[in-house]
């Protein structure tokens, strides 16, 4: 069964670089047709996709988030990352760490087979 668990700052200061690292158990972020997601829920909204890595390691990023987002990973670790910069307080979220194991995307919650806890990111002064 595959884990995942999701850590980071907790309290980032806005125009700083938020770095989010998604720790993966119980199985590899190589295995075929996994997408490894990062989605985030602000405080009292949705549920919004920030983007993925492959596990070809094929990135794709929100396009709203694009230009100030790089998702990447370490195959050594098991690990993937997400990187933010230039935060703003709109950016203050839980971010989970989220897994589908199939050919396509989606951007259905429902869709997805394995979920981290979520890490809250506060972007305070």
């Known amino acids: 069964q595959v884990q995942l668990q999701e850590s980071g700052p907790g309290l980032v200061k806005p125009s700083k670089t938020l770095s989010l690292t998604c720790t993966v158990s119980?199985?590899?972020?190589?295995?075929?047709?996994?997408?490894w997601t990062w989605i985030r829920q602000p405080p009292g909204k949705g549920l919004e996709w920030n983007g993925y890595?492959?596990?070809?390691?094929?990135?794709y990023r929100s396009p709203s988030l694009k230009s100030r987002t790089s998702i990447s990973r370490d195959t050594s670790k098991n690990m993937v990352y997400l990187q933010m910069n230039s935060l703003k307080p709109e950016d203050a979220a839980v971010y989970y760490c989220?897994?589908?194991?199939?050919?396509?995307?989606?951007?259905?919650?429902?869709?997805?087979?394995?979920w981290g806890q979520g890490t809250r990111v506060t972007v305070s002064s």
């Open positions: 989220a897994a589908r194991n199939h050919p396509d995307y989606s951007l259905q919650a429902r869709l997805y087979d394995n």
């Open positions: 119980g199985g590899s972020i190589t295995t075929n047709f996994y997408y």
């Open positions: 890595i492959f596990y070809s390691g094929r990135t």
